[in-house]
């Protein structure tokens, strides 16, 4: 009799939940803790004790990166209107689009019934826009590992996009290397929880959680950076860190999951064959190759990372405009390349506010953070061709 999975310390659990995919009984559920993360839960008399939920669960072991050397470039993709829907600069559209081209399945986060978060499969373009954009809070990956398995089990080429540790969850859960699975990880910072982003549209809409029809935490009509909309009841309103303390404190880092204060994978390799994020701070000189693109519409750092992840890459960029680019360019404005988040000492504080008052810890710790709001603010009015200049010239 072996043991089944336990969780001693949060810090040990990211929720990827590659243990409740493995459990042929399923004796697994995910529970939410008092701030609303999920952790794994087994129902003692439906396990059989095989200790296979332990064995799949890699999270707190040092991780083998998928690669050696990655290569690194700044990508943006040619179609505007998908470039606009997309936080950064749209690879993930043009990799995505390429395997439903092949009558294959793309699986990433996408807004469902309810306003969760949750991993979809979809096969369709016009499905695709679903699961476009960044959302800052954390995807449910229910049961789409053993849906993955069972697509390439009937030979499907499958694209899974998510962040680092679900990644490394789904190969964990699969075991061996799939020739027909692209893997697509994001440069990841740390999510919060869905609860605290329920509460904090809550609060900005003022109390229409009901009536919200979409979020948008990266809305490319005020730039590409870190501003964003909700749509509620037929109107949009502003969602940024002055509005919302839930963004406020997200961007600050206080507001993760103990797991992503703890995250191996900026440190010891990515696990996706192609890694995704943000050009922040891209020069000029990378500009200049890159056929007249608009920066201020987004700019993607791509890391490729297997030799997979090449001919994925090489396939797709007609679609694109390329500029190789190199690791310590592209680290130089994100930090999440190299390092975790690391929690300032007001976050245990803010949690433990959290756990006492509810939102309100949020709402009014933030305000006593409104000289950061209006610092923020003035960068934010600054046109960015301005900040490049700047950045330039330092
Ligand atoms: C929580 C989070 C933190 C991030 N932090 C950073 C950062 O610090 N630095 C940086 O450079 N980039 C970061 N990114 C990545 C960046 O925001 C873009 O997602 C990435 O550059 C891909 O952009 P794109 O334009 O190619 O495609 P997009 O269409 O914008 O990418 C969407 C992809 O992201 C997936 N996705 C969206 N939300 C989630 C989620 N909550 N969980 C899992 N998958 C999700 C979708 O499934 C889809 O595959 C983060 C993304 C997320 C989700
Ligand atoms: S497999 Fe994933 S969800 Fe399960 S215990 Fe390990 S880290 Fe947590
Ligand atoms: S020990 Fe086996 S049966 Fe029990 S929860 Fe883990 S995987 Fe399921
Ligand atoms: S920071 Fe690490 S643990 Fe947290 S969501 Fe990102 S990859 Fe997962």
Redesign the pocket.
Known sequence: MKDS?K?ERPEQ????????NVCAHNAIVMREDRAGFMY?AVEEDLCVRCGR?VD??V?SEKQKGANGESAVYAAVNRDSEVLRGSSSGGVFSALAGAVLEKGGVVFGAAWTDGLTLAHIGVENEAALSRLRGSKYVQSSTGDTFRQVKKLLGEGRTVCYAGTPCQIA?LKAFLGKEQENLLTVDLVCHGVPSMKMLRDDLSYVTGGKLDDVEDVRFRDKRCGWGTKGSVAVGGSTIRYDAGTSPYYFYFLKGEVYRESCYHCRFPSEGRQGDITLGDYWGVREALLSQMDGVDPDMGVSCVLVNTEKGRQWFEAVAPTLSVAPSDRQSAERRNKQLTSHSVPLPEHQALLDGYLEKGYAAFRDGSKKHVKDHLVRTAKNMIPPKIKRKLREML
Do not use: E, M, S
Not at 13 to 20: F, H, T
């Open positions: 999975i969780i659990c990211c929720g990827c939940g590659a243990c409740v794994p939920c799949v669960c999270f969850g």
